[in-house]
């Protein structure tokens, strides 16, 4: 019975203790990759975004409109 609560009390601990820390890392790498891949997506349809109102604009200054440019927050 010596051997038990010498596992018990000394190494059980710190095998738990292993792996919750094991968890969680897993979960936080898996967390940041999901954010960095919502991040490209909407880095992309800002870009997509930007692209066609540049095409809007390139349509009002051909039909003889202007419009300001959008050089920083309103």
Known sequence: MHLWNE???????????????????????????????ANGRLAAAVEQQG???DGVR????????TLPPLDGPR
Do not use: M, S
Request: aromatic content about 10%; hydrophobic content about 60%.
């Open 7 to 37: 596992f018990k009390n000394t190494i059980l601990p710190w095998l738990l203790a292993a792996g919750v820390v094991a968890f969680l890392v897993t979960e936080h790498r898996r967390t940041t990759a999901a954010l960095i891949e």
């Open 51 to 53: 692209a066609a109102l």
């Open 58 to 65: 390139e349509l009002l200054a051909a039909q003889g409109y």
